[in-house]
């Protein structure tokens, strides 16, 4: 399902506002009313407003519109004008403008569409912070299972290696290497994998997680020494791991906060997306949200 996270700055930024627009109610989340107006007002100033296109923005707005009201609703979070208005001139700031009406004429966007851009952006630094105090931090414990059980997704290995078709071959470049050859030249001259070879075998830094009995080879092989054959995929592997370093305890605590705090955020989001009663005018088209939340296009 799709987070409530409001899009870059950059993308709105490209968004000019409609001069005009109409009164007419396009939608309504919860009974508070979203106009034809405001949905213009996210379409690039000049451009066709083609169904899809206003289904889209329509669809962004509804979004907005449930996330602030479950904001409200649930934390009893509501951004002041001040609170805004402040925000507003970071983004100036940061941008190097000396008002909003020169950044706004700069990007060729409106004043309310930065405002509302704000406004989804405060609601959810403060939806965040509400989920995250909720959290149980990891206990030591917790921490050394998840190294014990899940060693290969948290390792970072620098490895490189070099690829053959046969066993043959692969015992053939082992046997030049242990004779004194130098690791680089033999991969250079034999290996198939073009990425790695072209650089004398290296594969770089990384997770082996998700590279089946190759990534097992590089968890088990001794520092600095050759290793294999081994058998992939992809054929035979010489290999040699320069190193092996699992994180710090609190890095891995980080890291899974971090995980339980954007699954939070997504549960948090998609009830509130279930619970809503969203209404569309059945000439902007239909609401859904399975697989996702959007406006299906009349």
């Known amino acids: 399902m799709r987070r409530f996270a409001p899009p870059a700055i950059a993308a709105v930024f ?5 001069s005009g627009g109409s009164d007419d109610v396009a939608a309504s989340v919860n009974g508070q009313e979203i106009t034809v107006g405001e949905v213009e007002a996210l379409i690039a100033d000049g451009n066709e407003i083609t169904s899809p296109i206003f289904a889209q923005s329509l669809g962004t707005l509804v979004q907005w519109t449930i996330a602030e009201q479950a904001a409200a609703d649930d934390f009893g979070f509501s951004p002041t004008q001040a609170e805004v208005d402040d925000e507003v001139e970071a983004i100036v700031h940061q941008a190097g403008a000396a008002s909003v009406g020169e950044l706004a004429e700069a990007q060729g966007i409106s004043e309310d569409i930065l405002e509302k851009y704000v406004r989804q952006l405060l609601t959810q630094e403060a939806v965040t912070e509400q989920l995250r105090s909720s959290l149980t931090t990891p206990t030591d414990d917790e921490i050394a299972t998840e190294l014990t059980e899940n060693a290969a997704t948290w390792t970072e290995v620098c490895v490189s290696h070099a690829l053959v078709e046969s066993i043959e071959e692969a015992e053939a470049a082992l046997e030049r290497i242990e004779s004194g050859e130098d690791f680089a030249v033999v991969a250079t001259e034999v290996s198939i994998d073009p990425g790695s070879a072209a650089n004398g075998g290296d594969l ?35 290999v040699v791991v320069a190193s092996r370093t699992e994180p710090s305890p609190e890095t891995i605590r980080r890291s899974l906060i971090d995980q339980a705090l954007f699954e939070a955020a997504d549960d948090w989001f998609n009830t509130a997306v279930t619970a809503a009663v969203v209404e569309v005018g059945e000439e902007f088209g239909t609401w859904t949200t399975v697989p996702i939340p959007q406006i299906v296009p009349a």
């Open 14 to 18: 490209i968004l000019a506002a409609c």
């Open 204 to 238: 770089g830094c990384g997770s082996p997680a998700d590279v089946g009995p190759f990534a097992e080879a590089t968890m088990v092989a001794p520092i600095g020494e050759f290793y294999g054959p081994v058998e992939s995929e992809f054929g035979f592997h010489i």
